[in-house]
């Protein structure tokens, strides 16, 4: 009898994680996702650091393919986080030979930089990356030496303006309401401390 109950379980629960995991491709299309505001944004992140991608890497989590990404963390923008690295994880990935791929959600790459607004380091999620592609950031070194803030489809930020989430559905472009970006690829962006001076003003409005 209980042989019988298992043979009936485990394909029921292959099939649940199928419907989900199928959920979650759907509902994750970059098409899909949200619009906030940088007020949400910098509210609803528990943290929110500068860092550099050191590793990354496949396995199971909870019965789901996940990446685990492994950061060097550099500042700390918000959150009492004290250690000196951090793992995310992301559903998703290459294990095994399986590859699942979650439309829309991007996992950092080995050696990015970047300014990262995390929703959860602890709770499992798609992924832990607040509104997902705007709550990422890039960094990139000009001439000069200095670390310049760019959206993760590269447009360079030039400013943060505290904005409320839309009242009405929005789709988002990869970044929220109130990320001024220019269309000029050769426009100068904010510099990274400059950039985390005016979430810190977003942060303290809120106080």
Request: with cysteine.
């Amino acid at each position: 009898m209980n042989n019988s109950r298992g043979f009936l379980e485990r394909p029921c629960k292959s099939l649940m994680a199928l419907i989900v995991l199928a959920l979650v491709a759907t509902s994750a299309s970059s098409s899909t996702v949200k619009r906030i505001g940088t007020d949400e944004l910098v509210k609803k992140s528990t943290m929110v650091f500068q860092g550099e991608v050191q590793d990354r890497w496949s396995g199971i989590d909870r019965g789901y393919i996940t990446t685990f990404v492994r950061f060097s963390v550099e500042d700390v923008v918000k959150g009492e986080f004290k250690e000196s690295t951090l793992i995310l994880r992301f559903l998703g990935g290459e294990h095994d030979g399986v590859v699942d791929i979650v439309d829309g959600s991007n996992v950092p790459a080995v050696g990015e930089r970047g300014i990262y607004f995390v929703e959860s380091a602890s709770t499992p999620m798609v992924n832990p990356l607040y509104g997902w592609t705007q709550g990422h950031f890039l960094l990139r070194v000009d001439e000069g030496g200095t670390d310049r803030v760019y959206t993760l489809g590269g447009e360079p930020v030039r400013a943060l303006e505290a904005t409320e989430t839309p009242l009405t559905l929005e789709i988002t472009h990869g970044y929220a309401a109130g990320v001024v970006v220019s269309a000029q690829a050769n426009a100068q962006p904010l510099a990274a401390v400059e950039f985390k001076q005016m979430v810190l003003q977003i942060l303290e409005a809120q106080e």
